[in-house]
């Protein structure tokens, strides 16, 4: 059974930084293909947030986080990770971890096509 988990949340001042990572775990060959990372905050959709595709050089960031967050991926391509600066009130939310072995059947920036999730992690900005 494939886990993510996600690891780095917390809360920072208007202006900060932080960097998250999802790590996946009990896959049988290889590491999840597809991953990349979703937010939800109270009373709200989950929204994408930045994407990671396979090919390894094309990536897709929200426009309210772009030139803000940088999504990454290690070598052994199982762990991603988020580093998000500039960080705004708005930021706000639970982030989570999401992938899958195949393409996303909606599209890279909707959730409800990925298969596996993690618990997610919270990120609190105050101004």
């Known amino acids: 059974q494939v886990q993510l988990a996600e690891s780095g949340g917390g809360s920072v001042q208007a202006g900060g930084s932080l960097t998250l990572a999802c790590t996946a775990s009990g896959y049988t060959d290889s590491p999840p293909k597809y991953m990349g990372w979703f937010r939800q905050a109270p009373g709200k959709e989950r929204e994408s947030v930045a994407i990671?595709?396979?090919?390894?050089?094309?990536?897709y960031y929200r426009h309210t986080v772009k030139g803000r967050f940088t999504i990454s991926q290690d070598p052994a391509k199982k762990t991603v990770y988020l580093q998000m600066t500039s960080l705004k009130p708005e930021d706000t939310a639970m982030y989570y971890c999401?992938?899958?072995?195949?393409?996303?059947?909606?599209?890279?920036?909707?959730?409800?096509?990925?298969?596996?999730w993690g618990l997610g992690t919270q990120v609190t900005v105050s101004s």
């Open positions: 999401a992938a899958d072995f195949r393409p996303p059947r909606f599209g890279w920036t909707d959730a409800a096509g990925y298969n596996y």
């Open positions: 990671r595709y396979p090919d390894g050089g094309n990536t």
